[in-house]
């Protein structure tokens, strides 16, 4: 259990890791040594080294420092040469969506370039440019991807004369959670 769920970029969290039997599903009623371990660490084994003790219920609770990456966290059992079993995963981050029109007005039909980024680059990640139809609902009006560097470019088209609100929207990809931008608009002409 990640705790907390979705971990900000740049704070502290903390895992509450489980080991049990899997034939009987149940912990092992006696402490269990394993290793606690993030990113290279959870797939370069070094043999012993393995610092952390469960509880007899096989609990063990690691708190980890806040990074702006995206970190692989990972529970190594001891073994040898290699380690018996482990499980890795990535804590679930959220999606900080930022977007800006490259125009703040244009004629109805013409294409304005959205420029946008989405926070730890989630390369190959969908993004959808929204625009607000009536009081309260939102439609894709085109969709792209985020690139290597984070970035990512929409085009949006006024469709008619008057202030016409946009926003971006990054649904769930990997370990983000879905966000979107704060609303802008483009002024059609």
């Known amino acids: 259990m990640v705790t907390p769920k979705v971990v900000p970029f740049n704070q502290p969290y903390s895992i509450r890791w489980a080991v049990t039997d899997a034939q009987t599903g149940k912990p092992y009623g006696s402490r269990v040594r394993v290793a606690l371990k993030t990113n290279s660490g959870c797939v370069e084994y070094f043999g012993p080294g393995y610092t952390h003790l469960t509880d007899t219920n096989g609990v063990v609770t690691k708190s980890y420092p806040g990074v702006s990456i995206t970190p692989i966290t990972c529970l190594l059992l001891p073994g040898n040469p290699a380690e018996n079993g482990w499980l890795s995963f990535v804590p679930a981050r959220p999606a900080v969506v930022s977007a800006a029109p490259s125009k703040a007005s244009a004629p109805v039909g013409t294409i304005v370039p959205v420029n946008g980024s989405v926070r730890g680059g989630p390369y190959k990640?969908?993004?959808?440019?929204?625009?607000?139809?009536?009081?309260?609902?939102?439609?894709?009006?085109?969709?792209?991807?985020?690139?290597?560097?984070?970035?990512?470019?929409?085009?949006?088209?006024?469709?008619?004369?008057?202030?016409?609100?946009?926003?971006?929207?990054?649904?769930?990809?990997?370990?983000?959670?879905?966000?979107v931008s704060k609303t802008f608009s483009i002024r059609g002409a």
Do not use: D, E, M
Not at 148 to 156: E, Q
């Open 125 to 179: 990640c969908p993004v959808h440019l929204q625009r607000l139809y009536g009081a309260s609902q939102w439609r894709t009006v085109g969709s792209g991807a985020v690139r290597a560097s984070g970035r990512f470019t929409l085009n949006a088209q006024p469709a008619y004369k008057g202030l016409i609100p946009y926003r971006v929207h990054f649904p769930a990809c990997r370990p983000y959670v879905a966000g």
